[in-house]
């Protein structure tokens, strides 16, 4: 049986291979594995005949928490039409926050901040919102407050990627009190279309995006937003 297991795990992890984060994926997919594993050895030689729902209900929750992780760590194809001076969303979520700074290192001038907020059920994979060449990645050691909090922007664990090109831009990763680390998938001096993998954060988190003042937003408060689909501004 736990052969068999096995084999299921790996075909689905196969299948599912082009549509989630695999690398980040797999310690936590291999935790719920053997936990599924665990309840099924221990269900077969523990249980009596009776009491064979328990095992039942342990395995329901092994796959829930599969599916739940599968979901999570989900990593789907996306291209959209990009006109010039066109400025993506970096990440899937909801617009919670818009204002300004007065100086941000890479921005001539103030600059506008836009603030996404990611639940559990968004894809958190980040991707670049325009096209240029990342001159700088600072990764920021920081606090784990929720990242529903506006002040986790600035006080929580982060990664901070400087673009350069026709469209100068920042972007925050931030984990939240569950996230604890973002990851980065880019390098220093790498050049980037719109809409290619920056990073990923695990869980509950935030992105934010600082822009030139003088670009024209696309997007309010509470606004739903998809990485590398949805046109946030334009230049």
Not at 28 to 54: D, E, H, M, N, P
Not at 65 to 87: I, Q, Y
Not at 111 to 131: D, E, T, W, Y
Request: proline share 4%.
């Amino acid at each position: 049986m736990t052969v068999f297991g096995g084999l299921l795990l790996a075909w689905i992890i196969s299948f599912l291979k082009p549509k989630i984060a695999l690398k980040e994926a797999l310690g936590a997919v291999l935790v719920v594995f053997a936990f599924g594993v665990l309840s099924l050895v221990l269900g077969v030689t523990l249980l009596k005949y009776r009491q064979q729902w328990i095992l039942c209900w342990l395995l329901g929750i092994a796959l829930l928490l599969m599916l739940t992780v599968l979901s999570f760590f989900r990593d789907p194809e996306r291209s959209a039409k990009v006109n010039e001076g066109d400025v993506f969303s970096p990440a899937d979520g909801v617009v919670d926050l818009i204002d300004e700074a007065a100086e941000i290192p890479g921005i001539p001038g103030k600059a506008k901040r836009i603030s996404i907020f990611l639940s559990l059920f968004n894809v958190h994979v980040q991707r670049a919102p325009v096209a240029g060449k990342i001159t700088k990645i600072e990764h920021v050691k920081g606090k784990v407050l929720p990242a529903f909090l506006g002040e986790s922007s600035e006080k929580n664990r982060h990664n901070v990627y400087y673009m350069e090109g026709e469209i100068p831009v920042v972007i925050k990763q931030i984990s939240g009190i569950i996230a604890q680390r973002p990851v980065s998938w880019v390098k220093s001096g790498q050049q980037l279309g719109i809409g290619e993998r920056l990073g990923l954060i695990k869980f509950g988190s935030r992105v934010d995006i600082y822009l030139p003042a003088k670009c024209e937003l696309l997007v309010d408060v509470d606004s739903k937003v998809k990485g590398g689909l949805t046109k946030i501004a334009k230049y």
